[in-house]
């Protein structure tokens, strides 16, 4: 038997590894079971090419729960290791960095991690046990080897008895980690980290009916036996080629990865890159509408079918981090506990070819079925409409596929829309005015009035739609949207011919005097001569204040504490009415004001806008008036 102290200068390592990884604890059984993977995954390459003379055969990777004994087994059919081989790696290369680690972390940065940067996987175990032992028998010609270490720097090496090849890994579980020797949170933990691992991971067993014979009575009782129960699926779909796959099999992945959700997702995009990085993986479009809610399910980052974690800040661009699914890359540089990213080039790459990938498939769909595309677009609009505002690289390519609805549900490409309003929505300054609502029911009275003058008008009702239009007005400078409730429709598009007003200068200087008496602060008043059967009496909304509080109440505008402002409104008054004429001749105040206020409440009324107090002394006026 050999004994030693392992080679470090500091007294007790272990108290500080459990100090310094404890928030993070419980992913010791990934590390372990990792490195099972990694030992079991080296032995197939050695068999491959020569150079290990043995059966690879069907190996697992066991884990077993000794409650009475306070016991976890971590079992693997690997490489295994030489007595030497322990000496050597477990002894000397894991703590070839403690020192480092020490000076580096001693007195800062609880979260800083050191897993993995240190060679220090294995020593996770000290996380939740108070002693370890490692029997273990490598593949070649030699005794097994026997390593126990109690937390301190002192350790046993001798010989086992073991005849099988590989690893055991035994943790004896200290009194503050006994929830680890519960079935539930083992199982739990290899759901987490293990579920997708290359190679099966046995834990427990379970009972399986066996199928009924075609000839069996009717009295027949079904027969069971207990299998071992493998809790992953060591051949998921993103590790497979696109051709590989159905339809039906991407949907049956989405639903193993997010259980509990019910509706299948739009659409996938397989992502299969080996230069120059390596990344694989599967991201799913789910229905969103316009909603940007933070999703619960998130895509998942694994590496080497390892999960790591769901936070993909940085790797995935923040615009598709609405997406779900998977993304598997040895590539990605994370810091030493694998729990977080660390700043590099490389990930920059990987986010840029994600965003390319995910543009060039969002194209092919829109050639390949653009009726599909269309019935789609709802639902994934404000990915993309984010995409646009977020990723220049996506903002060029968008122009092939992003879409514009039309009130009456004709979707537009913006070449094509340019293409299709320039005759009849060119202003009499050659701008194209491209008309829009925000809500079909609320601007309804306006769209139809639009509409009657032979112009289309789009429904554009994310809650980003004025950051946006802001962008693409600045790209296309012969462009302006304008709402569609924003003024009357002669302004809204200015063409040259006029309309006469039937009222003088000075008939309207009274007019606006006398309505100014009885109109509130918040409108501004605006005469304007317009065909004598539109409505008297028309509400707008400034597009320009308007859209400048949506973009301060929903990120940016620039325009500080405008999204604080109360509304404001123009009353457009049609001077060509039969009520303007009312209005100015009545000499009766207390009718003159009643008039406007009946008029100005039934503008309102068509704007949403009459709530409250002013809906009920406006319901109780207009029966007085029937009576």
Request: glycine share 6%; hydrophobic share 35%; proline share 4%.
């Amino acid at each position: 038997m050999t004994t030693g102290k392992i080679n470090v200068s500091v007294e007790n390592i272990f108290p500080l590894i459990k100090k310094f990884l404890y928030s993070d604890h419980e992913i010791f059984l990934r590390e372990l079971v990792s490195n099972g993977t990694d030992a079991t995954l080296k032995l197939k390459h050695l068999i491959s090419i020569g150079e290990a003379k043995v059966e690879y055969g069907n190996p697992t990777i066991e884990i077993k729960v000794d409650k009475e004994g306070k016991k976890i087994h971590i079992i693997d059919q690997g490489l295994g290791m030489t007595a030497d081989e322990v000496e050597k790696y477990i002894n000397q290369v894991a703590f070839s960095g403690a020192e480092e680690f020490l000076d580096k972390y001693k007195d800062s940065a609880k979260d800083s991690g050191i897993i993995g940067h240190f060679g220090l996987g294995f020593y996770s175990a000290f996380m939740v046990a108070e002693k370890v032992e490692i029997i273990t028998k490598s593949y070649k010609d030699e005794p097994a080897a026997h390593w126990t270490c109690d937390g301190s720097p002192e350790f046993t090496l001798e010989p086992a008895d073991k005849t099988s090849r590989g690893t055991e890994i035994i943790l004896h579980v200290a009194e503050d980690s006994l929830e680890f020797l519960e079935d539930s949170k083992i199982s739990g933990l290899l759901n987490k980290y293990n579920k997708f691992m290359p190679i099966p991971i046995k834990f427990g067993t379970r009972t399986e009916t066996l199928p009924k014979p075609e000839d069996a009575p009717e009295d027949y009782v079904n027969e069971t036996v207990e299998t071992d129960n493998i809790i992953n699926n060591p051949n998921p779909a993103w590790t497979k080629q696109p051709t590989e796959l159905s339809d039906e099999d991407y949907k049956n992945f989405y639903r193993e990865l997010y259980p509990m959700q019910f509706e299948d997702p739009l659409f996938n995009i397989h992502l299969n890159v080996d230069y120059p990085f390596n990344l694989t993986g599967i991201l799913y479009f789910p229905k969103l509408g316009s909603d940007m809610q933070i999703q619960k399910d998130k895509i998942q980052l694994y590496q080497n079918q390892v999960y790591v974690t769901d936070n993909v800040e940085g790797i995935v661009p923040e615009f598709l981090t609405m997406l779900k699914g998977v993304i598997d890359s040895p590539d990605i540089p994370l810091n030493v506990s694998r729990s977080g990213l660390q700043a590099d080039g490389a990930v920059k790459k990987i986010s840029n070819y994600i965003t390319r990938k995910v543009a060039d498939k969002l194209k092919a769909l829109f050639n390949e079925n653009r009726a599909d595309f269309e019935a789609k677009w709802n639902d994934i609009k404000i990915v993309l409409e984010y995409g646009m505002l977020s990723e220049d690289k996506f903002y060029e390519k968008a122009g092939a596929f992003v879409l514009y609805p039309t009130v009456d549900d004709t979707y537009f490409t913006l070449e094509e829309l340019k293409e299709k309003l320039k005759e009849k929505q060119t202003d009499k300054d050659g701008k194209l005015v491209v008309l829009y609502a925000g809500n079909k029911d609320a601007q309804h009275s306006y769209i139809e009035t639009a509409k009657d003058k032979g112009y289309e008008v789009l429904l554009l009702d994310s809650p980003i739609i004025s950051h946006l239009i802001q962008k693409i007005e600045g790209d296309n400078k012969d462009v302006t949207f304008v709402r569609v409730d924003s003024d009357h429709i002669d302004n809204l598009i200015k063409k040259d011919e006029n309309t006469i007003s039937k009222l003088s200068d000075e008939e309207k200087e009274t007019l606006k005097t006398s309505l100014e008496a009885y109109i509130p602060k918040a409108y501004s008043v605006q005469l304007e001569a317009m065909d004598s059967q539109a409505a008297p009496f028309i509400i707008t909304q400034p597009e320009f204040m308007r859209r400048m509080k949506e973009m301060s109440q929903s990120g940016g505008g620039g325009m500080f504490g405008m999204g604080n402002m109360p509304e404001m409104y123009n009353l457009v008054v049609n001077t060509n009415s039969d009520l303007a004429t009312s209005i100015l001749n009545t000499e009766d105040k207390t009718h003159q004001e009643h008039l406007v206020k009946q008029a100005l409440d039934l503008a309102k009324l068509s704007q949403n806008l009459l709530k409250g107090e002013a809906l009920t002394a406006f319901v109780k006026r207009s029966f007085e008036m029937i009576k």
